[in-house]
Structures are given as structure tokens and as C-alpha cells.
């Protein structure tokens, strides 16, 4: 297959490169100027391509598009997986922090499924990942433009997965949990209690990069339209689902925990 993958220097990105390379596909991995050059974990391949793309610059992903027009003559594969943590009590988020998580990371994915579309259509098949959260799924307090953006990026995702089936082509949103990976690096906005607490919970976690990447080759390779890829998260969506009272009891002890640090 071929395969575009976008936050592709390190983290989930770097692993998808790895496990989609590990197994004969062809990938063009894209990132921020010059990230992909410290940090890509990938050896030297002619099976990986590496490529500057920045999700918010249209300019970028027309680039991106027009080179896999030229070198490949087509997509089958586009994952939309760069993105940016943040979060905050209500009052701690600034309207710039949340403009600045929208913009990478649901804007990031709608501008690169607008830019693919056209093609994905044209051949009649393909597929569109999106990374997004078990944020996107249940909604713990403190995490509001988090939880929002995320929520977002499920949503765009199931919206596509109906408008561009009679295309042939599909669409799978990804939900991991917690998983160790540089995702905190990027995290931006005023809330300190919350940044402790969340670097806490990737630095702490045991599942890996490797083992959401391989479930969720797995997931595309089964034609799943949700991929909830850890156990961790698939157990918290279950809760939701089945006893809401409890889910909410909860979430609401979080949030108390949260106020008796304020205290």
C-alpha cells in the first residue's frame, strides 16, 4: 500500500511508519521542517519518504498532494496523525490555546482529508485515518478543549465515513488512552496542575507506541470505522455505555479531587 502519515517524526507516527514499512508498504512521512531529521526512529529506506509537511500550511498539503500524484500516481492510505495536547480547567484555557489545538488538531485532519479527497475519489477507493483520543470518547473535567477538539475529530471521521462510501473509499478513527510517547512536549496552556497530572499518566503508562500502532494496522485491516485500540480505554468506553451513573460518579470524583488541590 501506499501510505502518508502525518506527525510522523516520532511517538505513534514514528511507530505506524515502522509497522506499515514492517510489512511491505511504502510510506511518505511527513512532519514539521526538520523534526523528521533529529528524531525519526525509521532506518534509512527506499520504502520510507520523508517529507516537510505542516498540517495548518494549505500550501503544504497541496505539496503533498501534487508529489503523490507525480511519484505514485495515487493514495491508499492518508493518517492523519499530527497533533497537539492541551487541556485545563475552564477559566485556565485562553481562547488563543484553544483557536491554537483546533487549528492543529482538527483543522490538521480536515485539511488534509479535503486535500486527498479529490483523489481518493477519482480512483474509487482508500482509506482515511484519524488519530484522535479516547478524549474523543469519555470526557474527564479539567480537559475541556482537549476532550472538544478530540470529540471533533470522531465525529469529522464518521461524518466522512458515510458521505464517501458510495466512493469506496473509508474512514477509521483511532482512541487510544494513555501511552508512553513525546506527546507532552507540545503541551501548551495555564493550567500547571493539569500538565502535571497528565505527563504523569503518559510518563506512567505501560503501553507503547509499538502496540497502539499494531492494533490499529490490525483495525484498518479488519475495515473498522472505530479503532479503540488499549484496554484501558476500551474498558472506560464499556462503562460509559453501560452504567452512566457510575461513569459519572466517576468523573465527578475527579473533578473533587481537583478542587481539594485548589483548596
Known amino acids: 500500500m501506499r501510505v502518508l502519515v502525518t506527525g510522523a517524526a516520532s511517538g505513534l507516527g514514528a511507530a505506524l511508519v515502522d509497522a506499515f514499512t514492517a510489512r511491505g508498504d511504502t510510506?511518505?512521512?511527513?512532519?514539521?521542517?526538520?523534526?523528521?531529521?533529529?528524531?525519526?526512529?525509521?532506518?534509512?529506506?527506499?520504502?520510507?519518504?520523508?517529507?516537510?509537511?505542516?498540517?495548518?500550511?494549505e500550501d503544504d498539503w497541496a505539496a503533498a498532494v501534487s508529489w503523490v500524484q507525480e511519484q505514485w500516481g495515487g493514495l491508499d492510505?492518508?493518517?492523519?496523525?499530527?497533533?497537539v495536547a492541551g487541556g485545563g480547567r475552564i477559566e485556565l484555557t485562553s481562547i488563543e490555546d484553544w483557536r491554537w489545538i483546533f487549528d492543529v488538531n482538527l483543522f490538521g485532519v480536515v485539511r488534509g482529508t479535503r486535500a486527498f479527497v479529490p483523489m481518493l475519489k477519482a480512483q474509487g477507493s482508500g482509506r482515511i485515518v484519524n488519530t484522535a483520543s479516547l478524549a474523543g470518547l469519555v470526557h474527564p473535567p479539567a480537559m475541556g478543549?482537549?476532550?472538544?477538539?478530540?470529540?471533533?475529530v470522531v465525529a469529522f471521521t464518521e461524518t466522512c465515513a458515510h458521505e464517501l462510501a458510495p466512493w469506496g473509499v473509508a474512514c477509521t478513527a483511532v482512541c487510544p488512552s494513555y501511552f508512553r510517547t513525546n506527546l507532552m512536549s507540545s503541551l501548551r496552556g495555564g493550567d500547571e496542575d493539569l500538565a502535571a497530572h497528565m505527563t504523569k499518566l503518559v510518563q506512567d503508562s505501560p503501553i507503547t507506541a509499538e502496540e497502539i500502532a499494531a492494533a490499529v494496522l490490525e483495525g484498518i485491516d479488519r475495515g473498522d470505522e472505530l479503532v479503540v485500540p488499549d484496554a484501558p480505554a476500551r474498558a472506560a468506553v464499556a462503562l460509559k455505555q453501560a452504567d452512566r451513573a457510575a461513569y459519572d460518579a466517576q468523573m465527578r470524583a475527579t473533578a473533587a479531587r481537583i478542587r481539594e488541590r485548589e483548596a
Open 27 to 57: 510510506v511518505l512521512a511527513t512532519d514539521l521542517s526538520g523534526a523528521h531529521v533529529a528524531t525519526a526512529t525509521s532506518p534509512p529506506d527506499s520504502s520510507v519518504v520523508r517529507r516537510d509537511l505542516d498540517v495548518t500550511s
Open 77 to 83: 492510505v492518508l493518517v492523519n496523525n499530527a497533533g
Open 145 to 152: 478543549s482537549y476532550n472538544a477538539v478530540k470529540a471533533a
